[in-house]
C-alpha cells in the first residue's frame, strides 16, 4: 500500500489543474488516479480527430441519459473524456470562462471568495493567451490559448451574416463585456491541442519525484476512518489495490463520476444508498442532486462549399493537402475545433446579460457526429446558457463499473422551454441572412418549421446536450442541499474535497472546462492555505 500527502481521484480538467499545482512545491507528494491512458496521442492532439472520438467510445464514457420526459422520452448522450485531461481531450477546446455576473451569484448564494474578483487572478493564472495582453488575460501560464490557425472564410461569412442582422460583435467573449459574436479561442499550442493533461501534467511525469501517476485505475471506494477520509480503493486490471493520503483526499471524477464515488463510499442520501445496495456512512442528501446542462439544438444546411468539412470525393482530395499542409505548417483543416465561431446573444432586449449562446460549426453535425451525411454542410448550435430545469445523478447499483443513471431533466421547465423557442427564432434569423442563404443548398432539420407550435416539436425531437453537465456536488453552506462549502470541503466529513465542476451551484453562462481549471487552480491555493 503506498502512501501520499494528498491524493487526487480523477484526471480530468480540475483534476490535472489541483494534482499539477500541489506538487509544485518539492515537499508535498501527490498521486493522481486515472481511469483512462495517458491522453498522449495523436488522435487527441490532432484538433480535428476529435470529430472521431466524440461519437464512439474512444477514450471516452460515452453515457446515455435515461429517458428524458421533455424530450419525448428520447435517451440522450453524455461524452465524457476518458484519459488524462477528460473531457479536456475530446472538446471543442473553446475558451470561455462565463460571464462575470456568474461568479458574483455564486458568492451572492453564500460563497465567499467566488466572485468574479476573486476567480479572475486565476483564470489568468492558468492562462497563456497567445495574443491579447489586458487586466482579462493571462501571460505564462500552463493553458494556452491561441486564436484559431484554420483561416476558414466560412467564419468571415457567419459574421457578414450577424452584421446583416444588425446583432453585436465582439473580438473577445472573456474581456469587459460578453455579448456578441465573433471567432472562438482556443486551448491549443502550435495547432495541437492544448488538454489540462497537457498543460498541468505531461511536462511533469518523471520529472518530479513527488508526482506519482497511475493510469488506468479505477478508483472503486473512498477509505474512512470515522468520519475521516484517509484513502482509496481501485482497480487495475484484475488487480484491487489500496493507497492512503496522510493530509486529504480530492475527488475530481466529474459531474457524473463525483457523485457517483461519493455514494458508491457511503456518503449521499442514506435511503436512496440502501436501495442501491450501498450502506449509508454519512447522510448527505445532496450528493447527485442539482445536475444542470445546457440543452441545445442545432440548424444543419448542406454547402457545395469545400471550405465545409464533409464526405466527397473532391473534399477527400483536398483534405490530403490539408493533411500536408497540417505536417507541415500545422495550420488549414486539419486544426480545426468545428465550432468555429459563435456568439453570446439576449433572447430578450431587456436582459441584462445574454441567455443563449451559438456555435457556428464548420460541418454537418447530425446526433453529435453519430449520423452521418455525404456532402458538404454546415451547422449552428443554439443552447439556453442558464435553464431552470434540475436533474439527478444516481446509482444504477452498487457496482462500481456499471453507469450511472444520468437524468439531466432538459426541458423539465416551461420558462426553458420558451426561451429556447426564441433562441431558436433568433438562431434563424442569422442563418437566414443573405450571406448564409448563399452558401447554403439544403436545409437538413429545420424546413417547414415555423410557428411555435413547430418549434417546441422540433425541440422536443432535437435538443441534446451541448457537454456542459455541473452542479451534483454543489458548493454552499447548507448541508441540506449542498455537498461542498465554500472551501470545497465536503459537509460533516473530514479530509475530503470535491474540486471539477460538479461544485458549481448554477451553471455558468458559456463552456465550462476553462471553469473547471480555473477551480483546480484556486483549490490547491485553498488546500497549500490550509496545509
Not at 487495475?236 to 463525483?258: L, Q, W, Y
Not at 470525393?313 to 465550432?339: D, Q, V, W
Not at 435553464?387 to 456499471?402: I, M, Q, T, Y
Not at 454543489?474 to 470541503?489: C, E, I, K, Y
Request: aromatic letters at 8%.
Amino acid at each position: 500500500m503506498s502512501e501520499f500527502d494528498y491524493i487526487v481521484l480523477g484526471g480530468g480538467s480540475a483534476g490535472c489543474a489541483v494534482a499539477g499545482r500541489l506538487s509544485e512545491n518539492p515537499g508535498t507528494s501527490v498521486a493522481l488516479f486515472e481511469a483512462g491512458d495517458d491522453g498522449k496521442h495523436w488522435m487527441v492532439w490532432t484538433p480535428i480527430a476529435a470529430a472521431a472520438m466524440l461519437p464512439r467510445k474512444i477514450r471516452n464514457y460515452a453515457y446515455e441519459t435515461v429517458p428524458q420526459k421533455g424530450l419525448g422520452g428520447r435517451r440522450g448522450y453524455q461524452p465524457r473524456g476518458k484519459m488524462l485531461g477528460g473531457s479536456s481531450g475530446i472538446n471543442a477546446m473553446v475558451y470561455i470562462r462565463g460571464h462575470q455576473w456568474d461568479y458574483d451569484h455564486w458568492a451572492a448564494l453564500g460563497n465567499p471568495g467566488w466572485s468574479y474578483a476573486d476567480v479572475l487572478p486565476y483564470f489568468r493564472k492558468s492562462e497563456n493567451n497567445e495574443t491579447i495582453s489586458d487586466e482579462f488575460h493571462g501571460k505564462g501560464g500552463p493553458l494556452n490559448v491561441a486564436q484559431l490557425r484554420t483561416g476558414n472564410p466560412l467564419q468571415e461569412t457567419f459574421l457578414d451574416a450577424v452584421r446583416e442582422c444588425q446583432l453585436p460583435l465582439t473580438s473577445d467573449f472573456n474581456g469587459a463585456q460578453q455579448e456578441g459574436c465573433g471567432i472562438y479561442q482556443v486551448t491549443q499550442i502550435n495547432g495541437e491541442r492544448c488538454s489540462a493533461a497537457r498543460a498541468y501534467i505531461h511536462p511533469f511525469i518523471g520529472k518530479r519525484p513527488n508526482l506519482f501517476v497511475q493510469t488506468g485505475a479505477h478508483v472503486v471506494k473512498i477509505l474512512f476512518e470515522g468520519k475521516r477520509a484517509v484513502g482509496a480503493q481501485f482497480r487495475v486490471g484484475d488487480e484491487t489495490k489500496t493507497v492512503r493520503a496522510r493530509k486529504e483526499v480530492i475527488v475530481s471524477g466529474g459531474a457524473f463520476g463525483s457523485p457517483q464515488l461519493l455514494m458508491l463510499s457511503g456518503v449521499g442520501d442514506a435511503e436512496a444508498l440502501k436501495k442501491a445496495g450501498v450502506a449509508p456512512l454519512h447522510h448527505l442528501p445532496g450528493v447527485g442532486e442539482n445536475l444542470q446542462d445546457h440543452p441545445d439544438a442545432i440548424f444543419g444546411y448542406k454547402t457545395k462549399s469545400l471550405d465545409a468539412v464533409g464526405y466527397s470525393l473532391p473534399g477527400a482530395a483536398k483534405l490530403i493537402g490539408e493533411i500536408r499542409r497540417y505536417r507541415a505548417e500545422r495550420t488549414g483543416t486539419i486544426s480545426t475545433n468545428f465550432a468555429e465561431a459563435g456568439g453570446f446573444l439576449k433572447s430578450r432586449r431587456d436582459l441584462e446579460i445574454p441567455d443563449l449562446q451559438l456555435h457556428f460549426v464548420v460541418a454537418m453535425v447530425d446526433d453529435h457526429a453519430r449520423k452521418t451525411h455525404l456532402g458538404h454542410g454546415f451547422s449552428c448550435h443554439v443552447c439556453l446558457l442558464r435553464p431552470k430545469s434540475r436533474g439527478s445523478v444516481k446509482l444504477a447499483s452498487s457496482d462500481p463499473f456499471a453507469d450511472p443513471l444520468i437524468d439531466p431533466n432538459f426541458l423539465g421547465e416551461p420558462d426553458d422551454v420558451q426561451t429556447l423557442v426564441d433562441g431558436f427564432k433568433l438562431t434563424r434569423k442569422i442563418m437566414d441572412a443573405p450571406s448564409m442563404r448563399a452558401l447554403r443548398t439544403k436545409d437538413m432539420f429545420t424546413a417547414g418549421v415555423e410557428t411555435d407550435d413547430q418549434i417546441r416539436d422540433f425541440l422536443r425531437r432535437r435538443v441534446d446536450t451541448v457537454y456542459h453537465p455541473v452542479g451534483t456536488c454543489m458548493m454552499g453552506p447548507d448541508p441540506a442541499t449542498a455537498v461542498v462549502d465554500a472551501q470545497l470541503r465536503v459537509h460533516g466529513m473530514e479530509g475530503l474535497r470535491v474540486v471539477d465542476a460538479s461544485i458549481m451551484p448554477t451553471l455558468i453562462g458559456g463552456n465550462t472546462n476553462a471553469p473547471s481549471m480555473m477551480i483546480g487552480e484556486k483549490a490547491a491555493d485553498m488546500i497549500r492555505a490550509a496545509a
